[in-house]
């Protein structure tokens, strides 16, 4: 049963982090044809919202949300986001049979990479445990401080060169999933005390206004990025805030002995490294369409 169970918890994320791959896929090949001039505009999502394609990434994007929620219930956060971080190798598998790129040499190190990473961390980390915390606690400052760490990436990236200002876009939207993914866990928490209780708690209300800016940063990093260079950030973001967050707010477990820190270190940058080899591409920049304001290679103003 605990095999059956194990399995189950494996797939079940699993299974998501494919639907966010190729969902993600989706959105960017929509999203990047829209006019610079909209990004981190309400207007880039209403235009989108017109696209068949993007629609069903969002659809796909969904139901890896729910996947990756009932991931959470059966086995906690720390377990579940460092397999989200399959993403990036599905998205690419995915794109390669749809645009025919090629699959180099690098790009094979990188899969394994993160694969082996992730490997590493769940073997060596164990986690485990977790307990319910209070809709007050002071620990929840923790998620409020990525929010902002978060919102000064965008300001920073409102200011740089046009690729950089796609990646820390893309970090910040990272970010906000990280942050998104404990608040779907507290909310969880909630809804066992019935779905009404939902309503009388800030949990799934910053839930939305997390998931909705999330969104708006990664749509706005896919308008001006090849999914290579725009969904790699977000990617290693993700699952480092995520378990960073869920230790701090959850008090969820991980082995602390020195191999096993040593271990669970090296996995983590095993994974990124990963994530970073994946999403070298010679394609960087965003050319510029008919209708693009002159200058958008420039900071935004």
């Known amino acids: 049963m605990d095999i059956v169970g194990s399995a189950v918890g494996i797939a079940v994320p699993l299974a998501a982090a494919c639907l966010l791959g190729v969902g993600f896929v989706c959105q960017q090949h929509a999203a990047y044809e829209e006019p610079l001039r909209e990004v981190l505009h309400i207007e880039l999502i209403l235009h989108l919202a017109r696209r068949p394609v993007w629609l069903l990434g ?7 949300q729910v996947l990756g929620t009932v991931a959470f219930a059966l086995s906690g956060v720390t377990a579940v986001v460092p397999l989200l971080a399959m993403t990036l190798v599905f998205a690419l598998i995915f794109a390669h049979l749809i645009y ?17 990473g992730i490997s ?3 073997l060596f980390g ?14 929840w400052l923790a998620a409020g401080g990525v929010v902002i760490v978060a919102g000064l990436c ?3 990236g409102r200011r740089v060169a046009f690729v950089n200002r796609a990646i820390l876009f893309a970090a910040a939207a990272g970010m906000f999933y990280g942050v998104q993914d404990v608040l779907t866990r ?6 066992e005390a019935g779905l009404g209780a939902l309503f009388t708690h800030w ?9 909705a800016t999330g969104l708006l940063l990664a749509q706005s990093a896919f308008d001006m990025a090849p999914i290579q260079v725009s969904l790699p950030a977000s990617t290693a ?9 869920a230790v701090v707010i959850f008090s969820e477990q991980l082995k602390v002995t020195p191999v096993a820190l040593t271990a669970e270190i090296l996995g983590l940058i095993a994974m990124v490294a990963g994530i970073i080899i994946l999403g070298r591409s010679p394609i960087l920049t965003k050319r510029k369409k008919p209708g693009a304001p002159v200058g958008s290679e420039a900071p935004l103003p």
């Open 58 to 64: 969002i659809a796909l994007m969904i139901g890896g």
């Open 203 to 211: 949990h799934p209300y910053a839930l939305v206004a997390v998931a």
């Open 100 to 116: 025919r790129e090629s699959f180099t040499r690098a790009a094979w190190a990188g899969a394994v990479l993160v694969c082996a």
């Open 154 to 156: 965008v300001l920073i």
């Open 126 to 139: 164990q986690p485990s445990g977790g307990s319910p915390v209070s809709h007050v606690s002071l620990r």
């Open 120 to 122: 590493m961390f769940l």
């Open 237 to 245: 973001a993700e699952p480092i805030v995520g378990i960073v967050l």
């Open 186 to 191: 507290g909310s969880l928490e909630i809804s």
